[in-house]
């Protein structure tokens, strides 16, 4: 006879467990970790980086990340090379004319610079300043322009000797941004919070030319290809200005959440770009202030904004950690890979285990088959952010918990939505089928129990003193647990809709509840790291662990005494003997859900990283 069991999934990701994965692929040929099964999704070109760059052809993107230069063929998504550049973390690139050569800044101190066709370092010089921030070939490929962070000095070097021309010290702290000016004659100094300006120096001479741009902060300049114009991404907008006077030509505005942390000039002259806080990019027409297209390649802060030589795509980065390329008259990617674009936050199984459905940030809802875990199809959530998902008994259909405070039910098949549960105040946080009902779980601290096909709630379930966070339904349907942000687990009587009891053993929010198959037990875990097992209807607390970690997912599996748990990974403990039977690691961020099939043959956790991850583990 099987062992019953719980899987727990916490909140500090480790990365890693990669020993020995080589021999086992995932559906991009990307290395699985050992003892995982399959991804769902990919985390090919997510990564954190610290610059980008087009090759003079278009076809590759250079990006340095750690002290590595890597090259991304951009049309099959495939990395073709990584080189070691250098010890020291790289902090910028740029590329010299002709593009025979990419120049880099690393934490040490150093420039170097790198021969992309031979593959290898042609020439590097120290300046004896540790916190370069950015470094720029000038227009003629002789000269090199630095930016130090700590000392706020602006530097101009002789490239073939690395002989200081030119040393400027920015009277005010925090410049993040320095580039050539027109001609390469003077350098523009821009500046970050506490900032307020852009500084325009004469590389002779030293002189201030000019402080203009004042608003709360500067994020990123792109100067004119005729040099005469230069674009700012600021605070609460874009402004161009013309440099021969320094007027503002044309201010660029309504970007949601107000801060443009990059900008751009199109290969057009009549087109500019900027990037908002928001993950979208937008086109402009220079000249008429008209806002042409807007798209979105990230989840969050597009960051850097490259165009390419012919004029036709964008490389992008943002803060959701992804590189994008997408097409500049449409908005639509070059790769359409079948993955999320946010952090996986709710994994269902169906009842029959032929498909497993996941929930993202990214507002949409994946399908995919357990037959090869292969895609089957992406539905748009109407409600955006997935918090939860549950599907129906039938497997027809699937509720999602939205951050817009609805439960949406979509036809599993098609993902047409069939109904729109309203009433919550605030975000929706869980949700689960008892019957043809639907229960859910919201901030405005209420559980309901909804007429799905009227649309209306039946109860509305109150007592937790603030947010609910957790839901699950007893196996006969009649009683349902909660879990809040007050620390206490409630049992609730669905058909009498009151309260049966109420666990204090908690110290911190509850983040996970669950009954043991056979109804006979409960657990839940949360914030406060204990895992605590109760047994049912006493409602006698017989098991506590403390994992002293954020508890996010917990399941049980199986009928008899085993335990799983995750501190930062997937744990699967025996409760008699009260040791980890089996570890598994591999998520790149924060696991933040958790499924185990029908059957229980599989575990899929969900992760920050914006993949699933599907396991076998052992259950008796």
């Known amino acids: 006879m099987r062992e019953a069991g719980l899987i727990v999934a916490c909140a500090a990701a480790l990365a890693g467990g990669l020993a020995g994965a080589a021999e086992r692929l995932d559906a991009y040929g990307e290395p699985l970790p050992e003892g995982a099964v399959a991804r769902l999704g990919t985390t090919r070109m997510r990564y954190g980086i610290a610059d980008l760059r087009y090759s003079p052809d278009g076809s590759l993107a250079l990006v340095i990340a750690g002290g590595e230069l890597h090259v991304w063929h951009l049309a099959r998504g495939e990395r073709l090379a990584c080189h070691r550049v250098s010890g020291s973390s790289l902090r910028s690139l740029a590329l010299r004319r002709g593009g025979r050569c990419a120049l880099l800044a ?33 227009p003629d490929g002789q000269r090199v322009l630095t930016l130090d962070l700590a000392t706020a000095t602006v530097e101009e070097w002789d490239r073939a000797t690395g002989k200081r021309l030119a040393a400027i010290e920015v009277p005010d702290p925090t410049p993040n941004l320095c580039i050539y000016g027109p001609g390469g004659r003077s350098a523009l100094v821009a500046r970050r919070p506490a900032g307020h300006t852009v500084y325009h120096y004469d590389l002779a001479t030293g002189k201030l030319l000019k402080k203009f741009a004042t608003n709360y902060c500067v994020y990123d300049m792109a100067l004119s290809a005729d040099g005469e114009r230069l674009l700012t991404g600021q605070r609460t907008r874009a402004t161009e200005w013309r440099l021969a006077d320094y007027k ?42 008209k806002l042409l297209r807007r798209w979105f390649p990230h989840q969050r802060y597009a960051t850097k904004l490259r165009v390419s030589p012919d004029g036709r795509w964008l490389l992008s980065y943002g803060g959701d950690r992804l590189i994008a390329e997408t097409r500049l008259a449409t908005g639509e990617p070059r790769l359409r890979w079948e993955r999320h674009m946010g952090a996986v936050r709710a994994i269902a199984f169906t009842p029959d285990g032929s498909r497993v459905v996941t929930g993202s940030a990214d507002r949409t809802i994946r399908v995919w088959s357990t037959d090869g875990w292969t895609h089957v199809r992406c539905l748009p959530n109407p409600g955006g952010e997935v918090h939860g998902l549950a599907v129906s008994p039938d497997g027809a259909h699937v509720a999602a918990a939205s951050k817009d405070g609805t439960v949406r039910v979509l036809a599993l098949a098609t993902g047409a939505l069939e109904h729109t549960l309203s009433g919550h105040r605030g975000y929706v946080r869980a949700v689960a089928w008892a019957g043809r009902r639907v229960l859910s779980a919201a901030g405005d601290g209420t559980v309901r129990v909804w007429d799905v096909a009227a649309e209306k709630p039946l109860r509305v379930l109150r007592g937790h003193q ?61 914030r406060d790291g204990l895992i605590i097992e109760w047994a049912l209807p006493a409602w006698r607390s017989i098991r506590v662990r403390d994992h002293k970690a954020w508890v996010r997912a917990a399941r049980y599996v199986g009928r008899g005494a085993r335990v799983a748990s995750a501190a930062g990974l997937l744990l699967l403990w025996g409760r008699r003997s009260g040791e980890p039977l089996e570890r598994r690691s591999g998520h790149a961020g924060t696991i933040r859900a958790l499924a185990t099939s029908p059957d229980g043959r599989w575990r899929v956790t969900g992760s920050d990283d914006t993949t699933a991850l599907v396991w076998h583990l052992p259950t008796q």
């Open 248 to 289: 503002a030509l044309r201010r660029f505005t309504g970007h949601h959440g107000h801060a443009v942390p990059s900008v751009a000039y199109g290969r057009d002259d009549r087109h500019v770009l900027t990037g908002s806080r928001d993950g979208s990019v937008r086109l402009w027409d220079r000249t008429s202030g």
């Open 466 to 526: 603030g947010g609910v966070l957790a839901l699950a339904v007893a196996p006969d349907g009649s009683r349902a647990l909660s879990g809040g942000r007050d620390g206490t687990v409630r049992e609730w009587d669905l058909e009498a809709g009151r309260s049966l009891h109420i666990g204090l053993a908690h110290r911190g929010w509850v983040e996970t509840v669950a009954y043991r198959p056979d109804g006979r037990r409960a657990l839940s875990a949360g």
């Open 106 to 138: 690393d934490s040490s101190g150093a420039v170097l610079e790198w021969d992309l066709r031979a593959g290898k370092l042609a020439h590097q010089f120290a300046t004896g300043r540790a916190s370069l921030t950015s470094v720029r070939y000038s």
